[in-house]
């Protein structure tokens, strides 16, 4: 199912057409399943309480990954009761339905990328702006990232540093605990706290001072 465009339409009164506000985004759509279980061993009730504690086992959004569609995949939630009907008590169905972001990501857009030289080009095969989760390597001075027209300053790097364009932060991850490093970060004056994004078509990487490589994860998507 494809998403809604999120606009906000206003009528005014003797004009002809609707006024637009664009709000830049898509709202989520729902998809939904037909499933089936069964088993001689199990009754009913026993394979619909796991079939339940399946459903809410995720907190918030949570990867969804299906066989019809094997290039992508969503990031969805289960809100919804669950009926599951019972089938001689040996057999159960249902039809569930998952709220998803609208986004479907390509998984060719998990797949780091990595640049060793400054001014390389990453081609976004998609229609729509990505928002990439962007790893800079390098020693312990000062460095600038630029991702196209956007060109941000890092006072040090410490050896690595995330800039995580989805969430808006910034950070180093060398255990299961990122820490912040929004404080090594000078925004430019013009564009305060911009995060780099991936436009259509060709997108340049460059970087000076003490970088060694940059590594991308573009998450690209379609809808």
């Known amino acids: 199912m494809s998403p809604e465009r999120d606009y906000d339409a206003v009528h005014v009164l003797g004009r002809n057409g609707d006024l637009l506000t664009e709000n830049n985004s898509f709202k989520n759509v729902e998809c939904s399943y037909d499933i089936a279980f069964g088993s001689y061993e199990k009754v009913h009730s026993e394979m619909a309480s796991a079939v339940s ?5 995720a907190s918030g959004y949570a990867r969804l990954e299906d066989t019809y569609d094997i290039d992508h995949f969503r990031m969805a939630y289960y809100q919804e009761e669950t009926d599951l009907e019972n089938v001689l008590n040996h057999l159960g169905r249902a039809t569930i339905t998952f709220n998803c972001m609208p986004q479907r990501f390509l998984k060719s857009g998990e797949t780091p990328v990595i640049f060793t030289e400054t001014g390389s080009i990453l081609l976004n095969p998609t229609s729509f702006i990505a928002l990439p989760l962007i790893t800079v390597y390098g020693g312990t001075g000062a460095a600038t990232l630029t991702v196209n027209d956007l060109t941000i300053t890092i006072k040090s790097i410490g050896n690595q540093m995330t800039f995580d364009s989805e ?7 060398t255990t299961d605990i990122p820490v912040s490093k929004n404080d090594q970060i000078e925004w430019p ?5 911009a995060f780099p994004s991936l436009q259509k078509g060709q997108n340049k990487i460059s970087f000076t001072g003490h970088v060694t490589r940059v590594e991308v994860i573009p998450r690209w998507w379609v809808t």
Request: no cysteine.
């Open 189 to 193: 004056e013009t564009i305060h706290h």
């Open 167 to 173: 969430l808006g932060e910034v950070y180093m991850k």
């Open 53 to 57: 504690e399946w459903l809410r086992s």
